[in-house]
């Protein structure tokens, strides 16, 4: 399929791509300091040392989000009516366990774990 096309026509369809892989490489270089390896350089590198804040920071996280998880499984399992067993009660123990060891390690600083 050939199309016609005159040298106005011709040069303004340049322009128009032109201007749009300005934008998208624009575009593209903008997000580019969204990458993990940019937003956490320290944690890829080959001498990083995990320390007792951030563990403190994951296990404070993960028993917060544990606890919320298996109260919310709790309260949207509508159907059951024998509220929450032993089993939720020993996981609602060990995330409860898991958010104060991780909020005991956070002051510890930067020592390694």
């Not at 296990?59 to 309260?75: K, N």
Request: charged fraction near 15%; include cysteine.
């Amino acid at each position: 399929m050939c199309y016609d096309l005159d040298t106005s026509q011709t040069e303004r369809i340049a322009r128009s791509l032109t201007e749009t892989n300005s934008h998208i490489v624009e575009r593209s270089r903008r997000f580019e300091s969204c990458k993990v390896w940019y937003i956490l350089p320290s944690m890829l590198s080959n001498n990083f040392t995990l320390t007792k804040r951030h563990l403190g920071l994951i296990l404070l996280i993960g028993g917060i989000v544990a606890f919320a998880g298996i109260i919310a499984i709790d309260l949207l399992d509508v159907g059951r009516e024998g509220g929450i067993g032993p089993a939720q009660q020993i996981a609602l123990a060990f995330s409860a366990f898991a958010t104060l060891l991780g909020l005991s390690l956070i002051p510890l600083g930067n020592t390694p774990a």
